[in-house]
């Protein structure tokens, strides 16, 4: 074999060794059910670390134009009795299923986008906090200040983020996992930060029927209550006792393994456990947020609806789905937004929206100019965009439309002040991206569903890879033959 064949030969096994070594590595990772050209809609990814990785000491760069996207934990709508994460039953809650992935709109040009848009109203008195679901981690963190100067200065007070629901140990916290967030809620004394708490382990493994109706019963007999009092304690002596925690979120769909359906009353003696538990730990003030997704999905959410004594906040994740249905349907619906404002109303609790965005009605300006007066009007407690494709408007390119609505309704609001800031927002977008400290997953720019370019070979590295990777990876195998 010639000198030049055979180094060609070793850069292309070079190649294919480090890409199966980067599946292997990532996939090895507890999966967020989310692949690229897959609309995962569900939580947002929460990490599974059983380590915690390391604390990027330089903050993430503002993106250019709305920047990226992140099936954990989580992050959000469901399609009832319909929506789920790959491999996992449809999500009865928040997000709906994988089903059609939404075509990716052209990305607005950072040409037209000088400014930030002027408000076309001062902001009410009163506005409720506000904030959105970015990063897990301390890119999340940094996103908060990223976001606020895209929005003009806009306050952004609430910090939404989720615990990992693959084992025990991370659901307790695991030590330096919420660390950051803890620094980021002690800075300001009005900030509020908002954690989403799985109730089992195992929770996105499509665990079947019989063995949850088992597991909730073992929970309701106390067997899980030294979990929670771990977390609990973690929280407290991280400082940030008032936590708001989103425990067992949408309950009445069908994705989590915490979900209420197979055993309701199982499930509110086991919620009620939990709290009592957490309660109990000295120097807590938590707050209890119980957020079913809207419409019935599975199981009508009030058919779990623990009691007064131990729910503190009535929450909704509210997505704009299922297709074709609008935003007064989504209002007038069984067990939808009026019904969810009626229950609260009745039950004396404050309302919230942990998780509400764009879904199957793709690029929905009607919707984001709708959703936003419903909560000026109705006030809630806070509420938190999930912020990555297909539901989001900033880390999420594929939404120029709704992007243009959210900047220009939110832009210079400070939380409750009817005075916008005097800071001008920034008078163009930043034109280069530096590098972030750890990977960013970045929106497709053409149709997931598309082809690879000819002469491109795609590598199969997993969903996980794919997501992070924005893509399937795809290698040129002849690139060597033009190097000469």
């Given at each position: 074999?010639?000198?030049?064949?055979?180094?060609?030969?070793?850069?292309?096994?070079?190649?294919?060794?480090?890409?199966?070594?980067?599946?292997?590595?990532?996939?090895?990772?507890?999966?967020?059910?989310?692949?690229?050209?897959?609309?995962?809609?569900?939580?947002?990814?929460?990490?599974?670390?059983?380590?915690?990785?390391?604390?990027p000491t330089v903050p993430a760069p503002t993106?250019?134009?709305?920047?990226?996207?992140?099936?954990?934990?989580?992050?959000?709508?469901?399609?009832?009795?319909?929506?789920?994460?790959?491999?996992?039953?449809?999500?009865?809650?928040?997000?709906?299923?994988?089903?059609?992935?939404?075509?990716?709109?052209?990305?607005?040009?950072?040409?037209?986008?000088?400014?930030?848009?002027?408000?076309?109203?001062?902001?009410?008195?009163?506005?409720?906090a506000f904030g959105a679901y970015l990063d897990?981690?301390?890119?999340?963190?940094?996103?908060?200040?990223?976001?606020?100067?895209?929005?003009?200065?806009?306050?952004?007070?609430?910090?939404?983020?989720?615990?990992?629901?693959?084992?025990?140990?991370?659901?307790?916290?695991?030590?330096?996992?919420?660390?950051?967030?803890?620094?980021?809620?002690?800075?300001?004394?009005?900030?509020?930060?908002?954690?989403?708490?799985?109730?089992?382990?195992?929770?996105?493994?499509?665990?079947?029927?019989?063995?949850?109706?088992?597991?909730?019963?073992?929970?309701?007999?106390?067997?899980?209550?030294?979990?929670?009092?771990?977390?609990?304690?973690?929280?407290?002596?991280?400082?940030?006792?008032?936590?708001?925690?989103?425990?067992?979120?949408?309950?009445?769909?069908?994705?989590?393994?915490?979900?209420?359906?197979?055993?309701?009353?199982?499930?509110?003696?086991?919620?009620?456990?939990?709290?009592?538990?957490?309660?109990?730990?000295?120097?807590?003030?938590?707050?209890?947020?119980?957020?079913?997704?809207?419409?019935?999905?599975?199981?009508?959410?009030?058919?779990?609806?623990?009691?007064?004594?131990?729910?503190?906040?009535?929450?909704?994740?509210?997505?704009?789905?299922?297709?074709?249905?609008?935003?007064?349907?989504?209002?007038?619906?069984?067990?939808?937004?009026?019904?969810?404002?009626?229950?609260?109303?009745?039950?004396?609790?404050?309302?919230?929206?942990?998780?509400?965005?764009?879904?199957?009605?793709?690029?929905?300006?009607?919707?984001?100019?709708?959703?936003?007066?419903?909560?000026?009007?109705?006030?809630?407690?806070?509420?938190?965009?999930?912020?990555?494709?297909?539901?989001?408007?900033?880390?999420?390119?594929?939404?120029?439309?709704?992007?243009?609505?959210?900047?220009?309704?939110?832009?210079g609001r400070l939380d409750g002040s009817s005075?916008?800031?005097?800071?001008?927002?920034?008078?163009?977008?930043?034109?280069?991206?530096?590098?972030?400290?750890?990977?960013?997953?970045?929106?497709?720019?053409?149709?997931?569903?598309?082809?690879?370019?000819?002469?491109?070979?795609?590598?199969?590295?997993?969903?996980?890879?794919?997501?992070?990777?924005?893509?399937?990876?795809?290698?040129?195998?002849?690139?060597?033959?033009?190097?000469?």
């Amino acid at each position: 074999m010639a000198p030049q064949q055979r180094r060609a030969r070793t850069r292309r096994l070079a190649v294919v060794a480090a890409a199966v070594a980067a599946s292997a590595a990532l996939a090895s990772g507890p999966g967020f059910a989310a692949g690229a050209g897959v609309v995962r809609v569900a939580d947002p990814p929460a990490p599974t670390p059983t380590v915690p990785a390391p604390t990027p000491t330089v903050p993430a760069p503002t993106p250019t134009v709305p920047a990226p996207t992140p099936t954990v934990p989580a992050p959000a709508a469901t399609e009832p009795a319909a929506s789920a994460a790959p491999a996992v039953p449809v999500p009865s809650t928040t997000p709906a299923p994988p089903a059609a992935s939404v075509t990716p709109a052209q990305s607005p040009s950072t040409s037209g986008e000088s400014a930030a848009p002027t408000p076309s109203a001062s902001p009410a008195m009163g506005a409720p906090a506000f904030g959105a679901y970015l990063d897990y981690g301390a890119r999340g963190v940094a996103g908060i200040a990223e976001l606020s100067e895209w929005l003009g200065g806009s306050k952004l007070r609430v910090g939404h983020t989720y615990l990992p629901g693959d084992r025990w140990h991370n659901i307790e916290g695991p030590p330096g996992f919420l660390d950051v967030w803890a620094d980021w809620r002690r800075e300001e004394d009005d900030r509020m930060l908002v954690l989403n708490v799985p109730m089992m382990e195992r929770n996105e493994e499509g665990v079947s029927d019989a063995e949850v109706r088992g597991l909730l019963r073992q929970g309701a007999a106390g067997e899980f209550d030294h979990h929670f009092r771990a977390l609990a304690e973690r929280l407290v002596a991280l400082k940030v006792p008032d936590t708001v925690i989103v425990l067992g979120w949408e309950m009445n769909g069908i994705t989590y393994t915490h979900r209420c359906g197979p055993d309701p009353e199982a499930w509110k003696k086991y919620w009620n456990r939990i709290v009592s538990t957490m309660r109990s730990v000295p120097g807590q003030k938590f707050r209890f947020d119980f957020t079913p997704t809207r419409g019935k999905d599975a199981v009508p959410w009030t058919e779990c609806y623990p009691g007064d004594d131990t729910v503190d906040i009535l929450g909704m994740d509210s997505y704009d789905q299922p297709t074709g249905l609008s935003f007064d349907e989504q209002v007038k619906e069984p067990y939808g937004l009026q019904a969810h404002v009626d229950f609260a109303k009745a039950h004396g609790k404050p309302i919230s929206y942990p998780e509400w965005g764009l879904f199957r009605n793709g690029d929905n300006a009607e919707y984001m100019r709708r959703m936003i007066a419903w909560m000026d009007e109705h006030k809630p407690l806070y509420n938190t965009l999930t912020d990555y494709c297909p539901h989001g408007v900033w880390q999420c390119r594929q939404n120029p439309r709704s992007s243009e609505v959210y900047r220009s309704l939110l832009s210079g609001r400070l939380d409750g002040s009817s005075t916008a800031p005097t800071t001008p927002a920034p008078s163009q977008e930043p034109s280069v991206e530096p590098t972030p400290a750890q990977p960013t997953p970045q929106p497709p720019t053409t149709d997931p569903s598309a082809e690879p370019p000819v002469n491109c070979t795609p590598m199969d590295l997993g969903d996980w890879v794919e997501y992070w990777l924005g893509g399937k990876l795809c290698f040129r195998l002849d690139w060597w033959s033009r190097s000469g």
